[in-house]
């Protein structure tokens, strides 16, 4: 089973740019799709955005879409998040995870995720 490791995490203000990353290993990384799911303090875990084995198909949860960009670099078994013009309502621990079933929501087909990263935007 593919092991995640997330970082880029961090403190930031409102309408700053964040990048996190993850990192996989143990598994072949290009034979999944991956994603990122969020969770917020007092809330349940959320689907934020995923993307497909190649990095050509996308999905993204209506609050983030046109500010955060998600990519791949399979070569190098990582994950990106780009986050632009990020928002108090953004503060949460961010997860990079992994499944192959078909992107439906409520999880976007997400099954296995890492420890997290936690991103706060506050003034």
């Known amino acids: 089973q593919v092991r995640l490791e997330e970082s880029g995490g961090g403190l930031v203000q409102p309408g700053a740019s964040l990048t996190l990353s993850c990192v996989a290993s143990?598994?072949?990384?290009?034979?999944?799709?991956v994603g990122w799911l969020r969770q917020a303090p007092g809330k349940e875990r959320e689907f934020v955005a995923r993307?497909?084995?190649?990095?050509?198909?996308?999905y993204y949860v209506d609050s983030v879409k046109g500010r955060f960009a998600i990519s791949r670099d399979n070569a190098k078994s990582t994950l990106f998040l780009q986050m632009y013009n990020l928002k108090p309502e953004d503060t949460a621990t961010y997860f990079c995870a992994t499944g192959d079933r078909p992107a439906l929501p409520p999880d976007y087909g997400m099954d296995y995720w890492g420890k997290g990263t936690l991103v706060t935007v506050s003034s």
């Open positions: 143990g598994g072949t990384f290009s034979s999944h799709h």
């Open positions: 993307i497909s084995r190649a990095g050509v198909i996308t």
